[in-house]
């Protein structure tokens, strides 16, 4: 047993730097990760995050004794997911990035956990150990096979198909029986709760296009059917959520008609479109909502916050319940149990961090469980307030800001999100908060090419790097000066992957503009990054087409390191040599090309990844932040 009280006397007993006081408590991951319960309510399976590394961990519902079933290799391993296979069995998806031509890219392995016997069982076989190549396979769930607790689905690679197949894994021993060849170039594959193998997703590239092909089976045992094929980037989108338990209907998010992505039921067998079951006004369904067993049970969307359509209203009014008795607007339910009797609920804020409370609804008993950051849960932080303005060009453009506590005119940190195509919420951010502390305004911008706000103002960001999404950003600042609420003359801008390439983009568009400037595995060279992810159309797609060598050479245009003689502005480059998403030569040869003109700085963190997700990245990050801001700031 490892208890939580222990792991609170380590933290408070490290000291990486000297006046660590600032910023280590800011500098932690999540305590507690992914907490699911058993389908009989009795544990909670969950990722324990250590000073010494993520652990996969089991506890007994409510309690914070953690029974540590694996440590994970610091530096190397992450946990991706944590999923029950029954009671018997904790499933753990874990990735770790692996050197292949010159880049890293991450590699997924799956491990079963016994927690009836204690046994833990890596589930490969020895046909797959001895195969070449086999050090680059990744491995994925397809079902966890609701009504049988001693075999999953997972898909691999295999040799004999050239492609990922599907096998049925004995958990017991780890043996691997096909179940599903490969005949179309399937990467990927789905399966109803009942582990019928329903869909296949096939991706072709032809003339710089990719065309994306959706394979359907009926019944079990008949062959796979085109079901909707697509070419990436062009007409309404088209994406299954599920399947329903008949089996001749979809669940599919699709902007279609509405300009939003909504919730339509499809007619499989008629190949048409049956009926609208939930669309939002104003945001995009994000996703699906699925139960312990695998059923799609609802959808969920993000205004500020997260928030969730129960396709059953009995879900809805207990999590209205929950919400009652926690006295909280931002309360939903994080894993229950089958018979939804136990179950574990957070409670967000934009000013305190996430709380986990359990519920055991039989016993009517409850309580609080564990802070996000319990290291923060007793301090005082300012609300984020949400703001609208109309940008240059007349486009609406909305995000965040907050100010430190009884500081008049505060210098401006402008944080603009990675992505591009993700987003800013209001939740708790230590990161942001802690540059609050330091006295610090800080701005976040949803620019346009956020995603949420509906396909139009997606896709007005295609095609934008350092044009009208980097616009949008010296628009919210300009905005905000003239509030006349923080300082017209100090501010610096802060972002990481994309934030980071605005970040370097600003300080030669605009080079007397900021006093100082921090890219966290940020992109420097964009038509690198093009010609190096060409075969990857999600993410070059939308930056330019590829297919149009004119458009390709002038992405130096907006490209940092094509500039740097332009630059004036104080840098500091962070970045993990174990990047899978954006490759740490970005900035390495930013550094190299500007260190004897300019005042840069780079920190290359070892064994960091895009996310630097192991505390030591954190400390170290936090670190350098601080002493350069404090210098330019």
Not at 196 to 203: E, H, Q, S, T
Not at 289 to 294: K, L, P
Not at 343 to 356: G, R, T, W
Request: charged share 25%; proline share 3%; glycine share 6%.
């Amino acid at each position: 047993m490892y208890k939580i009280i222990m792991l609170l006397l380590v933290f408070f007993s490290m000291c990486t730097y000297a006046d660590e006081s600032k910023w280590s408590a800011y500098a932690q991951l999540p305590i507690v990760e992914q907490p699911s319960v058993s389908p009989d309510g009795s544990k909670v399976a969950l990722i324990y995050n250590t000073p010494e590394g993520p652990t996969v961990s089991l506890a007994q519902f409510g309690s914070l004794d953690f029974t540590i079933l694996a440590s994970l290799k610091l530096g190397r391993d992450r946990v991706d997911t944590v999923s029950w296979s029954g009671n018997k069995y904790i499933i753990v998806s874990a990735s770790s990035p692996q050197w292949y031509r010159g880049e890293h890219f991450r590699v997924s392995r799956l491990y079963a956990f016994d927690v009836v016997n204690k046994v833990n069982i890596p589930l490969t076989q020895r046909k797959f150990t001895q195969q070449t190549g086999y050090e680059y396979m990744t491995f994925k769930i397809v079902s966890l096979l609701k009504n049988d607790e001693e075999h999953i689905l997972v898909s691999t690679y295999d040799v004999k198909d050239n492609g990922y197949v599907v096998f049925k894994v004995n958990l017991a021993n780890g043996k691997y029986n096909k179940i599903q060849n490969n005949e179309h170039d399937i990467s990927s594959w789905s399966a109803d709760v009942d582990g019928v193998v329903r869909l296949g997703d096939a991706y072709d590239k032809k003339d710089e296009k990719i065309t994306r092909t959706l394979w359907y089976r009926d019944k079990e045992g008949s062959e796979l059917k085109k079901l909707h094929t697509r070419e990436i980037g062009k007409g309404e989108t088209f994406n299954v959520l599920g399947i329903t338990k008949e089996g001749g209907k979809a669940y599919i998010l699709s902007d279609r008609e509405t300009g939003r992505e909504s919730l339509w039921l499809y007619d499989i067998i008629q190949g048409q479109f049956d009926s609208l079951v939930y669309t939002n006004p104003d945001y995009d369904v994000a996703g699906g909502i699925q139960n312990s067993e695998g059923e799609l049970i609802g959808i969920r969307y993000s205004d500020d916050y997260s928030r969730k359509f129960y396709f059953n209203s009995k879900d809805s009014e207990q999590e209205t319940s929950i919400a009652n008795v926690l006295k909280g607007e931002h309360v939903t339910i994080v894993s229950r149990s089958v018979d939804k009797t136990k179950l574990i609920a957070v409670k967000e804020s934009d000013n305190h961090p996430a709380m986990y409370f359990y519920f055991d609804l039989s016993k009517n008993k409850g309580g609080l469980w564990i802070s996000e950051y319990p290291y923060l849960s007793k301090v005082s932080f300012p609300n984020v307030e949400s703001y609208t303005f109309t940008a240059s060009d007349g486009q609406q453009i909305s995000g965040y800001v907050t100010f430190p506590t009884n500081i008049k005119n505060p210098p401006l940190i402008v944080y603009p999100h990675g992505g591009p195509h993700s987003r800013d919420y209001k939740y708790f951010n230590p990161q942001l908060q802690y540059m609050v502390s330091l006295g610090y305004a800080v701005l976040q911008v949803n620019f346009r090419g956020s995603e949420g706000f509906g396909s139009a103002f997606e896709a007005a960001g295609y095609f934008q790097w350092g044009k009208r999404m980097q616009q949008d950003v010296y628009d919210a600042m300009d905005w905000l000066i003239a509030s006349n609420k923080v300082s017209s003359d100090k501010a610096c801008v802060v972002g990481s992957s994309y934030g980071g390439y605005v970040a370097l983009t600003a300080t030669f568009q605009q080079p007397n503009r900021f006093d100082c400037a921090i890219s966290i595995a940020g992109v420097s060279d964009l038509k690198e990054l093009v010609l190096d992810n060409d075969n990857n159309g999600f993410y070059t797609g939308h930056i330019v087409n590829v297919a149009d060598e004119a458009a390709v050479d002038e992405l130096t245009e907006v490209s940092p390191i094509n500039h740097i003689e332009q630059i004036k502005t104080p840098i500091l480059l962070i970045h993990g040599t174990k990047d899978t998403r954006v490759s740490a030569r970005q900035s390495e040869d930013f550094y190299s090309d500007a260190k004897r003109k300019h005042d840069v700085k780079y920190v290359e963190i070892k064994n960091g990844t895009h996310f630097f997700d192991d505390n030591q990245s954190q400390q170290i990050k936090y670190a350098e932040i601080t002493k350069f801001l404090e210098k330019h700031l």
